[in-house]
Structure formats: C-alpha cells, structure tokens
C-alpha cells in the first residue's frame, strides 16, 4: 500500500509538472499580449468568423492553440482570458471534437487511417456542435 501511494504521488508530480510546463506559459504569454494591441488585432480579425458560433474574436486563439498545440495550452489560454460561462462550454465542447490535430494525425497515419477524412470530420463536428449549442442556449 505504501509503495502504491508512493509512486502515485511520483505520477502525480510528474503529470502536475509535466502540464504546468504548457499550461502557465500560454497564460503568461496571453496576459503579456493583452498590454498590446496584438489581443484586439486578432480579435477583430474573427470576430467575424467566430460570431456565429456565439465566440467573440479571442476565441480564435483558444481554438488555435487547443488545435495546434493540446487542450492544455487552450485551458492556458482560457484561464488567462474572459470568457462567459456560455463561450467556456462551447469552446470546451469544439475542442472535444477537434484537439492536437497534429500530434492526433502522425498518431492516425501510423495506423493507415485516412486523415484528411478524419480531421475534415472533426473539424466539422466541433463547428457543428459549436453552432448548436450557440443556437439552443
């Protein structure tokens, strides 16, 4: 039992660690952006894009990094933002759908999946799902 709660506790400051690395970072970063006009650059940009799916322009950022990067940079970057009970719940359910596109990617390939046909479909799921819980809320 002892050695069980040891190395559980070894697990559990290395995941701790191990996501404290990506998520603080993206923090830091997007709260050194909102003293610039960068934040509000991009915002404006798709604020277009993102409307109909109930998201304002920063948005895009949480969905890029969550993408591109993993859900943990997204919660880094959502943590650091502010964004509405409704907005949270949308983006957290696209990036359900659609996250680590390209760590998922190499991952599918390996295994002789059809990627394009996949991200097409995850994408579009998150979009799907994004735009019908702006709808029914």
């Known amino acids: 039992m002892i050695i069980a709660l040891k190395d559980g506790f070894k697990k559990g400051i290395f995941t701790t660690w191990k996501l404290t690395k990506i998520i603080i970072p993206c923090y830091i970063i997007i709260t050194l952006l909102q003293h610039t006009p960068m934040i509000e650059i991009i915002?404006?940009?798709?604020e277009p894009i993102l409307e109909f799916l109930g998201l304002p322009g920063e948005a895009a950022l949480v969905l890029v990094s969550g993408n591109l990067i993993n859900i943990y940079a997204a919660l880094?970057?959502?943590s650091a933002l502010n964004f509405t009970m409704k907005e949270i719940i949308i983006l957290s359910l696209m990036l359900s759908f659609s996250h680590s596109l390209i760590l998922e990617s190499a991952v599918m390939k390996k295994m002789g999946a059809n990627i394009l046909k996949?991200?097409?479909l995850r994408i579009a799921m998150s979009i799907l799902s994004g735009l019908i819980v702006?709808?029914?809320?």
């Open 43 to 46: 915002s404006n940009f798709f």
């Open 76 to 78: 880094g970057v959502i």
């Open 118 to 120: 996949l991200n097409t």
């Open 134 to 137: 702006n709808i029914l809320w």
